[in-house]
Structure formats: structure tokens, C-alpha cells
């Protein structure tokens, strides 16, 4: 898969440095993977969940933190829109918006 928006974790890891190794470790099985569907995407990251318009909810270091993605099989293309602590995550009113 292509991460398009890789800047997003180092601007992230940077203000929080607890989560940079849980999000490399995302970064590489992504970049590694070709899904075609949810469930391919399920059997490398069996917590993804589904939060509707193609976005995607990734639990990071044991849930600790939350990564949504716009994920584009066909293209095989993924846009990180959101990485945040569970907190800010649970704040999130809209996931069409992000």
C-alpha cells in the first residue's frame, strides 16, 4: 500500500515520542501490504474497524492511541487523516469530516 500522507506520523511522533515506535511498526506491515478488501486489511490488523466513507479506526500501541485512515483498495492508496490519544479520538463527532 502507498502512504500518502507519511508527514503525518513524524509530526505526530515528534510531539509525542511514546508513540513512535507502535507507529513505525504500523507504517511498515502498511506499506508492505496490497490489500484488496476490509477483510485482507482484518488479517494483518485484526482490530481495524470500519467507521463508514472508506475510513478506517486503528488501534495503536495496545489501543493507547487511534490512527484513522482513508484506505483506497482499487489504488491501493492510504491517507492518514487523524492519529491521536484514545481521548481525542473518543472527542471525534464526525468521521466524515476527518
Not at 509530526?11 to 507504517?27: D, F, H, I, N, R
Not at 472508506?54 to 487511534?66: A, E, P, S, T
Amino acid at each position: 500500500m502507498r502512504i500518502v500522507t507519511f508527514r503525518r506520523i513524524r509530526e505526530y511522533t515528534e510531539k509525542v515520542p511514546e508513540a513512535k515506535t507502535a507507529l513505525e511498526e504500523w507504517y511498515h506491515k502498511t506499506s508492505k501490504a496490497s490489500w484488496e478488501n476490509f477483510r485482507e486489511m482484518r488479517q494483518t490488523f485484526n482490530s481495524v474497524d470500519h467507521a463508514g466513507s472508506n475510513r478506517y479506526v486503528f488501534n495503536i500501541k495496545g489501543n493507547k492511541f487511534r490512527l484513522i485512515a482513508i484506505v483506497i483498495f482499487a489504488s491501493k492508496k492510504v491517507y492518514i487523516r487523524f492519529i491521536g490519544s484514545h481521548s481525542e479520538y473518543d472527542d471525534i463527532q464526525d468521521y466524515s469530516s476527518i
